[in-house]
């Protein structure tokens, strides 16, 4: 059964979106991350000042709970923020789709960049299950429990710009982007959905050919990308400068933002200048283009899907798919 839900920003800058799960009907705002695969709940388990300001899953009070004796989760993000615990299964609602034995991880202990977002009750992971951190036995994700109960096994992602977006799952609905769709092959070999990307342009300036090794995650905020493209990008921004001590570039809230073309294939995905303005620090605006040095790869966040209408294609060849809205 196919299912759409809601995923609302969780502040004014698109810093993360949040979606309504229900765990056996204890309904709460969990984050969709296609950069990684476990699903993990603030809980009972917690200690109360980490449980402070969140919604919190009671196993106690589930009649279809099933702890998973000995079984345990630890996970670390790119960001160094984490979270660890125990496991049990449940029936996991997300829109209309529903799965049963769904690998529900239980928090013990979450870092305090957790802590302090309260309005984030946990994850859903939506990468590859070879990335599940549960021991002694790895877990499906949620979309790998429902592929065969769904029309088609895709789950598509229509993030908005400072506006409530939609997740689908089952089926790709042409109301929701315009023109064709471009798909490009995934390695899964990082359990990432990891592609290729074919090139960038700054503004109206001419194309760049260029290989991107890039992931597509829902979970990450902003466009990591190689030096190269962000310092093009960034020399047609006046007053920009990378700033050691905010961590990135910045650059005068007034200034007038390029658009950013990422080349998918022979597809041009635009990002509007205006979405790259992401956020006021200190005295500046900081940007929502920034290095991906240290990462490995580059990243496709927020910033970027939410400028696409995207296809997460799961049949035996998994692919992305991308287009306009
Ligand atoms: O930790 C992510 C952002 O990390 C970016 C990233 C992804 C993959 C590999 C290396 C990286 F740096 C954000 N969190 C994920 C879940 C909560 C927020």
Redo the contacts with the bound molecule.
Sequence with gaps: NDGSVTATPVDAYDS?YLCPVSIDGQILAL?F?S??SDLWVFSTSLPLSQQKGHVIFDPSKSKNWKALSGYTWNIT???K?GASGTVGTDVVTVGGTSVSGQAVEIATQVSSQFVSDTANNG?LGLAFSSINTVKPQKQKTFFDLAKPSLSSPVFTADLKHHAPGTYDFGTINSAKYTGAITYTNVVTSKGFWEFTGSGYAVGNGSFVSSSIDA?A?T??TLIYLPDAVVTAYYQQVSGASYDSSQGGYTFPCSATLPNLTLGIGSYRAVVPGQYINYSPRGSKCFGGVQSNTG?GFS?YGDVFLKSQFVIFDGSSTPRLGFASK
Excluded: H, R
Aim: aromatic letters at 6%.
């Design positions: 993360e984050e991350d950069g990684s993000y790119g960001d923020s994850l992931i995650d979970g990450t990462i990243i």
